[in-house]
């Protein structure tokens, strides 16, 4: 040994040392060397029940109460809405009775009140999120549709579905018609209408098999009069030789006196074409030899040429060749009224139940219809699903669709109601979270400006932007994924969840941080790693508190301070739903696993309920930073701030972790305003190491822990 570590060893034993630890508020640290700490920074081993709100002075937190006698049934969901217009607040519980949920209400902050259930209505079992949004409730429902609540009544279902439709543009008025599909889902825009052309009665008929590559086309076949082809009288005379010309001013036929019908047939049909003339018939009219048949409305300016026929001398009158209309050219024309396809397609039962037929507004359906080539229906919607719901920028946004795991589904802007992308006037959208690797999103939460934090079972996402023009998804960590969507929170600028190794928080433009390091030995051995899909946390505060299931026995409840980043522990608000109160007095509310109340965190007692709860706080083991020394310690100071009322304190020394043998004082501190006092501790033992423990069980709020002194003296060098 040196002869300066020698009189430094001599000196040290000549008179003690005052050691000093200002405050005890650097948090909880269980998993990291006490040699790499600072025993002056007042970090500390373990603490229950005690919060650093105020710099240096530790405190107790709020008590707990039960504010509310809940329902029967298993809690699954609870959620404080707000009703914006009327500023009325209400307590909504979804409570599981065997395989069904029910929703019930409770208006306002009286607990006298009893609970009503919304629409008197059960539902299937499933999972259950709610949102308040555009002065509705929202609730997502993994066994139903999207459904809302205004506070009357019962739910409104099946929110985003529309049905198809489709309207005529008929000439003329009081003829134009409406059909609407009579299932409100995408699969009725593969719906096709086309009025066509027919002779005879009102017909409908359908085909094909509704799908996007066979539409069904449903035909409508108007009663229609037939069409009157225009005729042609022909008249030669009797000619007696040469020829005559048969056409119009386009061109002529040379045709020979004592011609056939036949060829006379084949001559216009060279002339007009094969399938314009009809026929050709003998006459027995005077003054027509012929009568020409025309398909449709073909040349009403027929004309003949007789200049180069030629006739007996003698006959008498002159002759008189010619052309002329036998008979008018009649279109097609139809008949049915607006009205009478409505009687027709309403007898047609398989049809009805497909698509409904009405006139528009303001038509009385007397005149007729006209023709209308195929048209597809347009604006069907299904109802949207999903377990998870968040406000972003305006909207709702939705997940966790059982047909469509990685679906992102965002509402139009300030309406729950409304999410198809193709509608008029709709900005909704939808994007897809990630490759289709089976993988499922587990929870989702809005950061502020960072956007929107998706995770997965095994990765982390982001959706970006302010506009439907811009949203995009990005994947912000591929290894760290969110155990449960209840485990996520949020306070300015991070965003918080809990992962299958650790507790983490995020902000934007960086990467997910582990924040558990301080305390992962309470991760990895006292919570129940294969049960985290039941973690729970919430926001109070700026502080992140997290409720996780235990190895044994009751919920671990762990409370990160932001703004200090340190860590507690408590024993309450343990429970399985949170919801952040925007009645500022009543706190927070949960609820507990083995309870049908309501519970509140936020009351300003030392109790939970009608129990006082313990708080204590225990020290690293103390060496006077020469840890292979042997010391004597002599004294140890408590300093406790004085509060309104009297307090007890407990005060523990335990030298080289020997907890038969230890130093115990209990004392009572007098309330005494904001001053302090002194409790002082005889130590008078040797060792290497002294743990100090402080401890109080009485329902007081006063206590308050502020700092310690201790004196030892080193006994040498082993």
Same mark, same amino acid.
């Given at each position: ?341 409505? =009687? ?97 999103? =587990? ?12 995770? @997965? ?85 700026? @502080? ?60 300003? =007692? ?67 305003? @904001? ?17 100090? @423990? ?25």
């Amino acid at each position: 040994m040196s002869d300066r570590r020698l009189e430094m060893d001599q000196s040290r034993a000549r008179e003690p040392y005052i050691y000093r630890i200002p405050a005890l508020d650097s948090g909880l640290v269980s998993s990291v060397s006490a040699r790499l700490l600072h025993e002056d920074t007042g970090v500390t081993s373990d603490i229950l029940n005690l919060t650093y709100e105020y710099p240096g002075i530790l405190t107790k937190r709020r008590g707990t109460n039960l504010e509310f006698v809940g329902v029967e049934g298993e809690t699954i969901g609870i959620f404080e809405w707000e009703k914006t217009s009327t500023q009325e607040i209400e307590l909504i519980m979804a409570k599981r009775v065997g395989e069904e949920i029910g929703f019930h209400y409770l208006i306002g902050t009286d607990p006298s009140e009893s609970w009503g259930l919304i629409g008197s209505e059960m539902f299937s079992d499933g999972e259950v999120d709610m949102v308040g949004f555009a002065d509705q409730l929202v609730v997502a429902h993994s066994g139903e549709t999207l459904m809302s609540w205004d506070g009357e009544g019962g739910f409104t279902k099946n929110l985003g579905a529309s049905n198809s439709q489709l309207e005529t543009f008929f000439p003329y008025d009081n003829n134009d018609l409406r059909f609407e599909s009579v299932a409100n889902s995408y699969e009725s825009n593969h719906i096709q209408i086309e009025f066509v052309d027919h002779v005879g009665a009102t017909d409908i008929s359908m085909s094909g098999d509704q799908t996007e590559e066979d539409p069904l086309v449903i035909t409508v076949r108007p009663a229609t009069d037939d069409v009157q082809n225009q005729k042609m009288w022909l008249f030669l005379d009797n000619p007696t030789g040469g020829y005559y010309q048969l056409g119009d001013v386009f061109g002529f036929r040379k045709i020979d006196h004592d011609a056939t019908m036949q060829e006379i047939e084949d001559a216009l049909k060279d002339l007009y074409g094969e399938n314009k003339i009809a026929g050709i018939e003998a006459s027995a009219e005077s003054g027509k030899d012929y009568i020409i048949e025309f398909s449709g409305m073909t040349n009403s300016y027929l004309r003949i040429n007789t200049a180069s026929l030629e006739w007996d001398s003698e006959i008498t009158p002159e002759p008189n060749p010619g052309v002329g209309e036998e008979v008018k050219y009649v279109p097609k024309k139809i008949t049915a009224t607006a009205n009478d396809i409505i =009687t027709a397609w309403e007898a047609y039962t398989d049809l009805n139940d497909i698509v409904a037929i009405s006139n528009v507004s303001g038509s009385n359906g007397t005149n007729t219809v006209d023709r209308m080539t195929k048209r597809s229906m347009v604006g069907g919607y299904d109802a949207v699903s999903g377990k998870f719901l968040e406000n972003f920028r305006g909207r709702l946004v939705l997940f966790g669709d059982e047909s469509n795991p990685n679906l992102l589904r965002g509402s139009h802007s300030g309406d729950p109601t409304l999410w198809d992308p193709h509608a008029r006037g709709s900005n909704a959208f939808e994007l897809f979270v990630g490759p289709d690797d089976g993988s499922r999103v =587990t929870g989702v939460l809005e950061f502020g400006d960072g956007g929107l934090l998706i995770g @997965k079972d095994d990765s982390l996402y982001g959706l970006f932007g302010y506009t439907r023009a811009n949203f995009v998804v990005d994947v912000l960590d591929s290894q760290k994924g969110v155990v449960s969507h209840g485990s996520m929170g949020y306070i300015r600028p991070y965003a918080f969840f809990v992962s299958h190794d650790g507790i983490y928080r995020y902000s934007s433009g960086t990467i997910p941080e582990n924040i558990t390091i301080p305390i992962q030995e309470i991760f990895d051995e006292e919570v129940d790693l294969n049960r985290l899909e039941e973690v729970t946390a919430c926001v109070i505060e700026r @502080k992140y508190i997290v409720t996780l299931p235990a190895v044994e026995g009751d919920d671990i409840v762990l409370v990160y301070y932001v703004d200090g980043e340190r860590w507690s522990r408590w024993t309450e608000p343990a429970g399985k739903h949170y919801s952040l109160s925007r009645d500022i007095p009543r706190g927070l509310i949960y609820t507990k696993e083995d309870d049908k109340g309501v519970y509140i965190y936020g009351d300003l =007692t030392g109790k939970d309920g009608a129990e006082d709860f313990p708080c204590e706080v225990s020290t690293l083991e103390l060496s006077a930073h020469a840890p292979e020394l042997d010391k004597y310690f002599g004294e140890v100071y408590f300093v406790f701030r004085k509060g309104e009322e009297d307090y007890t304190v407990t005060a523990e020394v335990i030298i080289d972790d020997d907890y038969t043998n230890v130093i115990a004082n209990t004392e009572t501190i007098p309330a005494g305003g @904001k001053s302090q006092a002194v409790l002082r501790a005889v130590v008078g033992r040797e060792g290497r190491f002294m743990t100090l @423990k402080v401890s109080n069980t009485d329902g007081s709020r006063s206590f308050g822990l502020m700092s310690i002194v201790y004196t030892c003296r080193p006994q040498g060098v082993l």
